[in-house]
Nanobody, 118 residues
Framework: QVQLQESGGGLVQAGGSLRVSCVASGRASSRYTKGWFRQAPGKEREFVAGILWSGDRTWYADSVRGRFTISRDDAKNTVDLQMNSLALEDTAVYYC???????????WGHGTQVTVSS
């Protein structure tokens, strides 16, 4: 099992930027595909961005492509999400996740709140 801990959430004005980070621990956790998801109030959790275990492929939800960038540092066992041009609809709890096989995300962090204000 992988333990995941998010940090870096907070309050930001629309149009601003924020970076959230996730540190993983557990056996072989640095070799897993990682992702970010989010859940807004009253909505289901949705995929935001993913990065392959090898680090050479990333993919994004249409709603964030071009604004958000996912990256990983396997030496530190972290995965970050840089969020630019934030909009009100980006307000959500952001969760880090890890996939032990393929892109089936098995392990989850507890989430970090991101609030975008007008």
């Amino acid at each position: 099992q992988v333990q995941l801990q998010e940090s870096g959430g907070g309050l930001v004005q629309a149009g601003g930027s924020l970076r959230v980070s996730c540190v993983a621990s557990g056996r072989a956790s640095s070799r897993y595909t990682k992702g970010w998801f989010r859940q807004a109030p009253g909505k289901e959790r949705e995929f935001v961005a993913g990065i392959l275990w090898s680090g050479d492929r990333t993919w994004y939800a249409d709603s964030v492509r071009g604004r958000f960038t996912i990256s990983r540092d396997d030496a530190k066992n972290t995965v970050d999400l840089q969020m630019n041009s934030l909009a009100l609809e980006d307000t959500a709890v952001y969760y880090c996740a890890a996939a032990r096989t393929g892109t089936k995300f098995d392990d989850w962090g507890h989430g970090t709140q991101v609030t975008v204000s007008s």
